[in-house]
């Protein structure tokens, strides 16, 4: 049998004798022994984790040494998934600089593989580093807005939501109003309530009709829906896409005043093919 398929096993064979209460600084051998730089990042992560003091920044130093030798993205982000798991359940003194090696380190990682770090691992972040989770997602090009909606959706389970606001309010361009609905549905989705209310700092902004139709999309209650109708400016496309919300969500009476609306608004236009296909819907 090859080396390479006894790296996982030598890797799996150092985190289980850690478990059992094997001094770690005495499996550093062991780890040395692993070629596969993948395995042998996980086996230095497991010591490092394990001990306090200036050795377990020398030997997580090698992890990280390690972790850039590991050619393919997929197989990185992988690696930094376990990396995440093993420091969440370790007794070490340092976590937290650890945590913030990790955030520097897939700051530079690019794409889609990237985000897919954000929607899986985020929760095995501890309180103390989601505020720079969080700014790590924001910075996270073309994949914003799903990377950072699953580090929310961490969050309102693990602390106050006022700082969380407080950087997604300071958010430019599009990507604030979004990922404010979107916090505003999982506060509401755990009963969770805040003044304003994020959909209101939301319908702050200067609004696309897509970004209302999305905060449509978003709204929970009777009362949401009245807040976007406020802001409208008498668009019938939106005025249908607020029928069909209330119509889901159960609510009879908001939907019969929006379908009215709708249909005075789409009466008002001049006959033409958009006309007709409003009417339709």
Same mark, same amino acid.
């Given at each position: /049998?090859?080396?390479?398929?006894?790296?996982?096993?030598i890797?799996?064979k150092?985190?289980?004798?850690?478990?059992?209460?094997?001094?770690? %600084?005495?499996?550093?051998?062991?780890a040395?022994?692993? #070629?596969?730089?993948?395995? @042998?990042?996980?086996?230095?992560?497991?010591?490092?984790?394990?001990?306090?003091? @200036?050795?377990?920044? %020398?030997?997580?130093?090698?992890?990280?040494?390690?972790?850039?030798?590991v050619?393919?993205?997929?197989?990185?982000?992988?690696?930094?998934g376990?990396?995440?798991?093993?420091?969440?359940?370790?007794?070490?003194?340092?976590?937290? $600089? /650890? +945590?913030? @090696?990790?955030?520097? +380190?897939i700051?530079?990682?690019?794409?889609?593989?990237?985000?897919? +770090?954000?929607?899986?691992?985020?929760?095995? *972040?501890? #309180?103390?580093?989601l #505020?720079?989770?969080?700014?790590?997602s924001?910075?996270?090009?073309?994949?914003?807005?799903?990377?950072?909606?699953?580090?929310?959706?961490?969050?309102?389970?693990?602390?106050? $939501?006022?700082s969380?606001?407080?950087?997604?309010?300071?958010?430019?361009? %599009?990507?604030?109003? @979004?990922?404010l609905?979107?916090?505003?549905?999982?506060?509401?989705?755990?009963?969770?309530k805040?003044?304003?209310t994020?959909?209101?700092?939301a319908?702050?902004?200067?609004?696309? %009709?897509?970004?209302?139709?999305y905060?449509v999309?978003?709204?929970?209650?009777?009362? #949401?829906?009245?807040?976007i109708d406020?802001?409208?400016?008498?668009?019938?496309?939106? /005025?249908?896409?607020?029928?069909?919300?209330?119509?889901?969500?159960? *609510?009879?009476?908001?939907?019969?005043n +929006?379908?009215?609306?709708?249909e005075?608004?789409?009466?008002?236009?001049?006959?033409?093919?958009k006309?007709?296909k409003?009417?339709?819907?």
């Amino acid at each position: /049998m090859g080396s390479k398929n006894h790296n996982p096993s030598i890797a799996r064979k150092i985190s289980r004798e850690i478990k059992q209460g094997t001094p770690p %600084e005495s499996l550093l051998n062991l780890a040395k022994t692993i #070629d596969d730089p993948y395995y @042998r990042s996980l086996s230095f992560v497991s010591i490092a984790s394990s001990i306090k003091g @200036r050795k377990s920044k %020398e030997f997580f130093d090698e992890a990280i040494s390690n972790l850039r030798r590991v050619n393919q993205a997929w197989r990185r982000i992988e690696l930094l998934g376990k990396i995440t798991k093993i420091l969440k359940l370790s007794a070490g003194d340092k976590k937290d $600089v /650890m +945590f913030d @090696r990790i955030l520097n +380190f897939i700051s530079n990682e690019k794409g889609e593989n990237a985000k897919e +770090f954000f929607v899986k691992y985020s929760k095995n *972040f501890p #309180d103390e580093v989601l #505020d720079s989770l969080l700014n790590t997602s924001l910075s996270l090009k073309n994949y914003e807005f799903e990377s950072s909606k699953a580090v929310i959706r961490i969050w309102i389970k693990q602390k106050p $939501v006022d700082s969380l606001v407080s950087t997604i309010s300071k958010v430019k361009g %599009e990507l604030r109003p @979004r990922l404010l609905g979107y916090l505003h549905f999982q506060l509401n989705k755990y009963r969770i309530k805040i003044k304003p209310t994020a959909l209101s700092l939301a319908l702050k902004s200067p609004n696309t %009709e897509e970004i209302l139709k999305y905060l449509v999309r978003i709204c929970s209650t009777s009362s #949401d829906l009245n807040e976007i109708d406020k802001v409208s400016e008498s668009s019938p496309s939106l /005025m249908l896409a607020l029928t069909a919300r209330a119509d889901r969500k159960g *609510f009879s009476k908001e939907a019969e005043n +929006f379908v009215a609306k709708a249909e005075s608004q789409i009466n008002s236009l001049k006959s033409s093919n958009k006309k007709d296909k409003l009417l339709q819907k």
